[in-house]
């Protein structure tokens, strides 16, 4: 509850008691511009009246002026906001008593409620109490019952029943005093510190809050939040035969009719949506798009496996590659989703990013292309390719009334553009994609701002668990030539990491290789590249090669197990460090194949029978200090490669802890290492979110100084743990480091509110 009256805080009062002993009783020039002797009266009122209720006479509203300071129509003494601060005249007045001329903090002859900058710090009134409750953000001022909790963050309870500091920059949530010009007393004051962030992005504040731009398609049945300045069109779809969707006569004699027919899927008149939104300009070359079809399964995460299904159907799966399988959540609507999957399309037919965007959308939706009316063209700039990537969220809806549907929204761009660090494609394209940009259509959506005190680094020890037979060398020398830049981006995320090695000899017990031909059974830190990246070609270190057997979940297990209890030792899981496990294998786990059968499909319930300890220690069930996530680089489903089998085991670890499942066909894992390793970041981050936020629109700043979203120099959002992480940014432990962040996010209808 925000308790913090700036309108009684003990820098105004002593401004008053100022004017008082350097003038005695303020005059009413002092306090009141509307005073002027000289002028003509034009306007006949009634003097000590108070028409607008807010406190002060209409005389010194000026009505016998008719002043009108902001230019409204509307006379001041009628007018509840006479300067549209978009604070209240009453508010503004400074006390109750309508004899007392209003107060006028900064003694400038303009009094508060007349003067758009009131303490005459450079911010406006109204961008200080930005929601204009007379309050700053969450600080409390009284706590009469002696209750800390009464208080807001950083405050603490006096005997004297007063909350400590008056205001902190933590539970100011952005918002600073009108009548402060240094609301938290730091010396610095309010137009130089990181509040800005909390406005609006304008001309005048570059660095503010972006602007979002709101669709809703005309079924109703999703609302999308993208950047402003995409062209957003609608499409439609007919059906291909002589089926008339609107009725459910079985016109064309398949035994179906109306919206049942597969004919009628997704059509305008089976409450199909079909929107685009692309950023053509060439420093972003992005093709969104958001969809709805009808679910075949009854999870999200199969409906996931689906899509990839459908484009297999397309083009061969040598084309085909599985990035990453995304993370499943519980969004703000209360349905699961999937948030930014990502597959690889290699050397597919040379089209253009728009064309290729319309080809998914139709795959996916199981129609042609030529059934859509008016799809975009191909964007001015554009230039054919055969390397693309495709990044989307799936959710699965099951509205209180109607069928279940599910709602796909994502962009494709080139490779090429998506990993140039200098466009913004690559942001586009993971907003398009996390998940962050979709709501129901009733929801609506608001602006926040939050403020973090940020000392510590993100700290994660990661285990690998890598799969030495001779199948997987290519696949390992793919690791160990890309663990340079995995190094690098951990170094740049200010990841605080180390690394334990061991292979799936079940005989090892989890032994940590620590260098060629050596198995100190110890993790690896930043300085050991060497030796880690000799430790992925040979896992089993100066012990036993696995020969052939593949145990791979037996020895993460043990690699768990025999590196805790958790301390502060090289052969112990750090007490504050996430727990990372990453298998990379290209065979189902040997505990899979022993008991389930030798190949594909296994009986879901075996398997779980094998993956059941891993998960309890994962989970936190066996042990709480084993929580943890797992990863899997293995054959994904739906299918894999040539002499690669689906991960069995492995894949469904990774999907019960939320972790990514990527594939070992790719010739390149380096792609898939820096979304695990942004991944490992994002749950490691100090800065969690209150809220969801629509992620084109979130900015943040450091210390008073905007930051750029970068994956160079700044920050960036990731939706899989709803926090902030920081790219080569420095946090000292002892001098905390002040971030405001803020964005636009929806409101939703479920109870709570959120």
């Known amino acids: 509850m925000k308790r913090h009256m700036f309108s009684l805080s003990s820098i105004g009062l002593v401004a008053i008691f100022a004017v008082f002993l350097t003038t005695g009783c303020p005059s009413e020039i002092q306090l009141n511009n509307n005073y002027e002797p000289d002028a003509a009266w034009t306007n006949e009122c009634d003097l000590e009246g108070d028409e607008d209720q ?9 009505c016998m002026y008719n002043t009108d300071t902001d230019g409204d129509g509307m006379p001041d003494y009628r007018d509840w906001d006479s300067d549209n601060d978009g604070l209240p005249d009453e508010m503004e007045a400074g006390d109750s008593a309508l004899n007392t001329p209003p107060f006028d903090f900064d003694g400038d002859g303009i009094p508060d409620f007349r003067d758009y900058d009131s303490d005459n710090d450079g911010v406006a009134d109204g961008d200080e109490d930005r929601d204009h409750n007379g309050l700053v953000g969450q600080c409390g001022v009284y706590c009469p019952n002696l209750d800390p909790e009464e208080c807001g963050a950083g405050q603490v309870c006096l005997a004297t029943g007063l909350c400590d500091p008056p205001v902190t920059f933590e539970c100011s949530q952005g918002e600073t005093d009108p009548l402060n010009p240094d609301t938290d007393g730091d010396g610095i004051p309010d137009s130089q510190e990181g509040s800005f962030i909390c406005n609006p992005r304008s001309e005048s504040n570059l660095a503010g809050r972006r602007a979002v731009q709101h669709f809703t398609p005309n079924a109703g049945m999703f609302q999308i939040g993208v950047e402003e300045l995409a062209t957003v069109r609608e499409h439609t779809v007919t059906n291909r035969t002589d089926e008339i969707c609107s009725t459910t006569n079985d016109d064309d004699g398949d035994g179906k009719g109306g919206c049942l027919d597969t ?7 089976c409450l199909a949506a079909i929107v685009t939104f ?6 972003s070359n992005t093709a969104g798009f958001s969809i709805t079809r009808k679910p075949i399964t009854s999870t999200v995460e199969a409906e996931n496996t689906l899509i990839i299904s459908d484009l297999i159907a397309t083009w061969p799966s040598s084309n085909v590659f599985m990035r990453a399988s995304g993370s499943s959540k519980i969004l703000l609507d209360e349905y699961p989703t999937v948030v930014r999957a990502m597959v690889d399309l290699q050397g597919i037919p040379q089209t253009t990013t728009s064309e290729l965007r319309n080809s998914v959308m139709a795959i996916l939706m199981g129609k042609l292309k030529t ?13 054919d390719s055969t390397n693309f990537v495709l990044s989307y969220s799936v959710q699965l809806r099951t509205p209180e009334f109607g069928e279940p549907y599910m709602v796909i929204m994502g962009a494709v761009s080139t490779s090429m553009d998506y990993s140039d660090n200098t466009k913004t494609t690559g942001f586009n394209v993971d907003d398009a994609a996390n998940g962050s940009g979709m709501a129901a259509p009733g929801n609506g959506h608001e602006a926040e701002c939050e403020s973090y005190l940020v000392a510590t680094q993100p700290i994660a020890d990661i285990i690998w668990i890598v799969d030495e037979s001779g199948s997987m060398n290519d696949k390992q020398q793919s690791v160990a030539a890309n663990a340079v830049n995995f190094f690098n981006r951990a170094i740049a995320y200010g990841l605080d990491f180390r690394m334990g090695v061991t292979d799936v000899h079940i005989g090892n017990d989890g032994i940590f290789c620590t260098s060629q031909g050596q198995s100190g059974d110890f993790f690896l830190t930043p300085q050991n590249l060497t030796e880690f990246q000799a430790c992925v070609l040979q896992p089993w270190g100066s012990l036993t090669e696995e020969g052939g057997t593949e145990h791979g979940i037996t ?12 301390a502060i030792q090289p052969n112990r899981i750090r007490p504050e460090a996430q727990l990372v496990i990453i298998y990379v294998s290209d065979e189902a786990a040997q505990e899979v194949q022993s008991s389930c059968g030798s190949s594909s499909p296994w009986d879901p319930a075996c398997i779980q029978t094998e993956i059941q300890p891993t998960l309890n220690l994962l989970m936190g069930l066996s042990d709480p200090e084993a929580q943890g996530t797992a990863h899997a680089i293995v054959g994904p489903p739906p299918s894999g490669c040539d002499n690669v089998e689906m991960g069995g085991g492995y894949v469904e670890i990774a999907n ?21 390793i942004e991944d490992i970041v994002a749950n490691s981050s100090p800065v969690v979110l209150h809220h969801y936020p629509i992620s084109v629109s979130v900015a943040a700043a450091k210390d008073g100084l905007a930051l750029e979203r970068s994956r160079i120099d700044g920050f960036d959002y990731r939706s899989s743990a709803n926090t902030i992480v920081f790219v080569s940014q420095s946090f000292d432990p002892l001098h905390p480091s002040e971030v405001v962040v803020s964005y636009e996010r929806w409101t939703t209808e479920i109870i709570p509110p959120d």
């Open 263 to 269: 004919d009628c899927h997704n059509t305008s008149d």
């Open 278 to 283: 692309d950023l053509e300009d060439p420093e």
């Open 555 to 566: 020895q993460g297990y043990n690699a768990i197990v025999n590196h805790l209890p958790r």
């Open 371 to 383: 059934e859509f009316t008016n799809l975009p063209d191909p964007f001015p700039s554009a230039t």
């Open 54 to 62: 807010d406190g002060i006479l209409n005389h010194h509203e000026g």
């Open 656 to 676: 019960s802890t939320g972790g990514q499942i990527a594939s070992i066909c790719q010739s390149d894992l380096g792609s898939t290492l820096q979304i695990i």
